[in-house]
């Protein structure tokens, strides 16, 4: 998987980002970070998102639009992985009724899946995924070390600046 990759932090907020997508609060019970499970997968609008992504350790983003046929091929296939990980919170963005969050993204291509973790991007990648390699990196990105991430993170960040 080419486009694996150490990201961005959110757990601060992004000056890059316009100030209207960071909307303070969050529509809905699913989005509370609760032991209960309400709903397999969510509806991520500019609304929520900020909320969803710190308010919860492991997020899940599937990019998608409704022309588009690869994204109707795996929506189905995120629906039933999302219910096998009541610990992660699968959400979708319909990029055409949210291109704010779209662009900030820089979504290019679609279906498009991220992964946050710690409200850090552990997988920004382009392409319908059958079910097996995304059960696959799920459980990667569930083993690893976050402190050791935040490290080379900070390593990364540090050998840029000087």
Sequence with gaps: MQDVWYGRDF???SPALPTSLWVA???GAALQNT????MAVIELTKENLEETITGNAFVLIDFWAPWCGPCKTFGPTFETVSEKYEDIVFAKVNTEDEQEIAAHFQIRSIPTLMMFRDQIILLNEAGALP???LVDVID???SLDMDDVRKQIAEEESG???
């Design 11 to 13: 757990s601060r907020k």
């Design 25 to 27: 609060g969050c529509h």
């Design 35 to 38: 032991q209960e499970k309400i």
């Design 131 to 133: 079910e097996s390699a």
């Design 140 to 142: 990667r990105a569930s």
């Design 160 to 162: 840029n600046q000087g």
